[in-house]
């Protein structure tokens, strides 16, 4: 057990020391043994997310960091890299580093900066809410009389710009802007599922995703409950399964 101590604080002690382009050698030399390692050039900027990018070109690996993570500690970096250079050769992240870099991402410190560089740097791209077949300002104050009272503030809506099956609707917080698939803004598509799909993401501003350790839970039991209070739940959730 001592030795087992001694032995993770030195890594901890080597990791503070290692520059970014170190700790990025040494992942490529632990995911790629017999590997000789390219050059690596690291640098952080300024992204309207938290995404990071890497790439493999001529000799030499770049990778783009969030400047959200700018001065994070050096465990998160060393998981970055190596969920980063996981990815850059096809292969799943291991599991312990990425846990430990979503734990990062959902401390709420790191979250509330999240949001604060979505809102500044990035611009929300949306059609009008008055789309082609229907408003959905019109259908969000029928909705909020119906199901909150009308006490519910309207957020920005919109129609996203294309048409996405996969994703029907999202709620935005950093831009507090709900989204819905222009797939939906269609004379074929039934008002009851429009209603239906704004409905379910009017409830992700009544009640917000749970953040816990790595976990992040949007679902939460509240919000499954109160979704059993829309009209002709199942003949909505029908309907959107024939699109």
């Given at each position: 057990m001592r030795d087992l101590t001694v032995t993770a604080t030195h890594l901890e002690s080597t990791l503070l020391f290692e520059t970014p382009e170190e700790i990025y050698y040494r992942v490529f030399k632990a995911l790629k043994p017999r590997t000789t390692p390219p050059k690596f050039k690291v640098r952080f900027l300024k992204f309207a997310n938290a995404n990071?990018?890497?790439?493999?070109?001529?000799?030499?690996?770049?990778?783009?960091?969030?400047?959200?993570?700018?001065?994070?500690?050096?465990?998160?970096?060393?998981?970055?890299?190596y969920i980063l250079?996981?990815?850059?050769?096809?292969?799943?992240?291991?599991?312990?580093?990425?846990?430990?870099?979503?734990?990062?991402?959902n401390r709420r410190d790191v979250r509330n900066r999240v949001h604060l560089v979505r809102r500044e740097r990035g611009r929300k791209l949306v059609r009008s809410a008055k789309g082609r077949h229907y408003d959905l300002e019109q259908?969000?104050?029928?909705?909020?009389?119906?199901?909150?009272?009308?006490?519910?503030?309207?957020?920005?809506?919109?129609?996203?710009?294309?048409p996405s099956k996969a994703t029907l609707?999202?709620?935005?917080?950093?831009?507090?802007?709900?989204?819905?698939?222009?797939?939906?803004?269609?004379?074929?598509?039934?008002?009851?599922?429009?209603?239906?799909?704004?409905?379910?993401?009017?409830?992700?501003?009544?009640?917000?995703?749970?953040?816990?350790?790595?976990?992040?839970?949007?679902?939460?039991?509240?919000?499954?409950?109160?979704?059993?209070?829309?009209?002709?739940?199942?003949e909505a959730r029908a309907l959107l399964k024939l699109l």
């Open positions: 990071s990018f890497i790439r493999w070109k001529n000799d030499c690996i770049e990778v783009k960091i969030t400047d959200i993570l700018d001065g994070a500690p050096a465990p998160v970096i060393e998981a970055l890299a250079l996981s990815k850059l050769f096809s292969k799943p992240a291991p599991p312990e580093y990425a846990h430990r870099y979503r734990r990062y991402l259908i969000f104050e029928e909705l909020n009389f119906k199901y909150f009272y009308g006490l519910m503030s309207r957020p920005a809506l919109g129609w996203s710009l294309k609707g999202h709620y935005d917080p950093s831009h507090h802007t709900i989204v819905l698939s222009s797939l939906l803004d269609s004379a074929s598509v039934p008002r009851l599922a429009v209603e239906y799909v704004l409905f379910h993401e009017m409830l992700h501003l009544r009640h917000p995703a749970e953040h816990c350790g790595a976990r992040r839970r949007v679902h939460t039991p509240e919000f499954k409950e109160a979704e059993k209070q829309f009209e002709r739940l199942g």
